[in-house]
């Protein structure tokens, strides 16, 4: 299994008043991570692949250490464990060297906004999300 590796850059309007990255933050820095991954990183030019869209249905986080403000950024690594007909289920693990900070996970759905509803996931998208996906994770 391969995991997408994100480096994401703290920013001095990050924090909080207890001088921690706040909370909601983490969500900012979770979806650039799942940015990068399904729109840099999936098919290359000229695919379809996660171009009409898509809607967030769920984010879990598990917070474990503060992160402070510094001027190197944290790295964010994410991965695939649910592939379903119509949804995927992104896990992230927010951390340096020597600390995982959060954990996370996040249901999405790809969307068709043309017609604003869901759509199914394509072929294509199945085949990238799948080296990406955990050892033992559920394919649908």
Same mark, same amino acid.
């Given at each position: 299994m391969a995991r997408h590796i994100f480096r994401c850059p703290l920013r001095w309007a990050d924090m909080d008043a207890? &001088? /921690? #990255?706040?909370?909601?933050?983490?969500?900012?820095?979770?979806?650039?991570?799942? #940015?990068?991954?399904?729109?840099? *990183? =999936? !098919? $290359?030019? &000229?695919? =379809?692949?996660?171009? &009409? $869209?898509?809607?967030?249905?769920? /984010?879990? #986080?598990?917070? *474990?250490? !503060? *992160?402070? /403000?510094? /001027? @190197? !950024?944290?790295?964010? @690594?994410?991965?695939?464990?649910? #592939?379903? =007909? =119509?949804?995927?289920?992104?896990?992230?693990?927010?951390k340096d060297e020597e600390t995982v900070y959060a954990r996370a996970s996040t249901v999405v759905v790809p969307y068709n906004l043309a017609e604003s509803r869901p759509r199914r996931i394509t072929e294509e998208e199945r085949k990238f999300l799948e080296q990406y996906r955990e050892d033992g994770a559920v394919a649908v």
């Open positions: 207890f &001088g /921690h #990255i706040n909370n909601v933050v983490f969500l900012r820095y979770l979806e650039e991570a799942r #940015i990068d991954f399904m729109f840099r *990183l =999936a !098919p $290359g030019e &000229g695919s =379809a692949s996660f171009t &009409g $869209g898509s809607v967030v249905s769920r /984010h879990e #986080i598990d917070y *474990l250490r !503060p *992160l402070t /403000h510094r /001027h @190197e !950024p944290v790295t964010i @690594e994410t991965w695939v464990t649910r #592939i379903q =007909a =119509a949804s995927m289920t992104v896990r992230y693990e927010v």
